[in-house]
């Protein structure tokens, strides 16, 4: 089967496509549920119109044997398309979290400071309604007009009736939405504003401790507080006043509907089993619109999610295969490079040439605000609005499989960060574990045997020792997981920032070894210890390369001597 275009346009929509089969089973199974809600009505008919009448036992208890039989069937039917709805519900998260998860990172890469957490929230608000009373409520609801034909098939008065109050349900259900819908979305960005404020001071609680900023920080916080309290207060008290009226409207209808039953009674239009029954009859009918207003902020909220999760995905497509070597020899040029932050159109970089042989060490120094972090995220390939090339081996890095790539790259930024997991798993990137290249790394950067001191060793978690870890030593685990199987090209980003003696000596021992074995490393540093190892100094001054040079080193100083 063809799918039709709206979902044939988005991965999204392909993805809910595959589901037609599990969903077309839903509908058959909706369909003899509601069918069979017609049991009640029924069996009240036959009771008060033929079993009264006729005080015939056993016409009584063979209609009450087929109505346990029929609601058996309805109860089957029921628990199958639950259960069914329940296994598209792994299915689709199965089909849909890795590519929403690599979507999301490759969001962050693409826009620093993004959240994931929004599109993942949305798969998962998508996946509770459409395998969830959303998707029920759609199969229920082209329903109610049979019911309400029944009604008319009983006495045109008791089908009007029930359109009276099915027209009435769903002008509430329309005006609680439209009503209370913006209420919500303020009281939400209001509670929204109010958590990061709080969450992003916290994050500083020892600076607002040691400078005495708590009360006015409780101040600011307080005013945004209240105003959160404040719009959550009055969505939820239009949200009482409309549900107090749908109650109203929901006890007003089981009375009236009898009241106009017994006046057909009395006229002799229909029997008195027929008024009993249409009770029934228009509580199915008006069941699928109440489950309409309890998931109407559902599906308003699916489809909000939808949209976002479309955008997201057509925005950040699944790369390639991208270029798979025999091997990385490290050779580094960079091609016209042109680099800005995102949503600004200053330049950080403006134009770099310039070619790096493989084994050789760079050091890159220059005043703060040179570019110097970009040009390292740059050569890494994880700075997005980059025009020209970062080329390795002449492959642009961007074409390459990145999952084939990391291990032939190390990397330790400027601002550490330690993933929640042991300390093992932090040095090895989180893949399977060596326990001889873990241990190699942690030696060759000095915290082996800070490691071994920990009641846990190497399986001590990163959440349970950062408390005890300063930030020297934080980094010099950083520093074990940017050399950890001995890649080809390593970039640091002042990796001397927050070391102290011994661990500059351990930082020097792992530079020259890295040097020894013919790696290219690009370091951008500020001291003499470390120039002395490099082979190059590069200068950069405003975004630009002032100079490119070898390196002399005296005394005193670096001293760079241009190359011929």
Partial sequence: MMAPAFFKRSLLGRSLWDFRREFLWCGVFSFFSNVLLLTSTLYMLQVYDRVLLSGSELTLLALSLIAVLFYLMMGFADWIRSRLMVRVSAKFDDALSSQVFRAAFEAVLNKPGKSPMQSLNDLTTLRQFV???????FFDTPWTPIYILVLFMMNPWLGWTGVAFTVMMFGLAWISHRVTAPLHKAAGDAAADSNAYLA??????ETVEALGMLGNLRRHWLDLHERM???????FEKGRRLQAVVKFVQNSQQSLILTVGALLVIDGQIGVGAMIA???LLGNALRPMSSLVGTWKMAIDARQAYGRLETMLED???RPAGHVPAEVLGQVTLRDLVAKAPGRDTLILHGLNAEFKAGEVVGIVGPSGAGKSTLARCLMGIWPGVNGQVLLDGVAVDQWSRRELGPHLGYLPQDIEMLD?????????????????????????????????FPKGYDTPMGEAGNLLSGGQR???????????NPTVVVLDEPNANLDDAGEAALVRAVRELKGQGKTVFMIVHQLKLLAMADRVLMLESGRISKLAGVVVQTQAPMIEAQA
């Fill in 278 to 280: 249409c009770n029934a």
């Fill in 229 to 235: 309290l404040a719009r959550t207060e009055l969505a």
């Fill in 421 to 453: 997991g042991t300390i093992a798993e932090n040095i090895a990137r989180f893949g399977p574990v060596d326990p001889g290249q873990v241990i190699d790394a942690a030696t060759r950067t000095g915290i082996h045997e800070m490691v071994l001191r």
């Fill in 316 to 318: 950040n497509p699944e």
């Fill in 131 to 137: 395998t969830g009373n959303g998707v029920f409520a």
């Fill in 200 to 205: 992003s001071k916290l994050r500083n609680a």
């Fill in 475 to 485: 980094q010099r685990i950083g520093l074990a997981r940017a050399i950890y199987g």
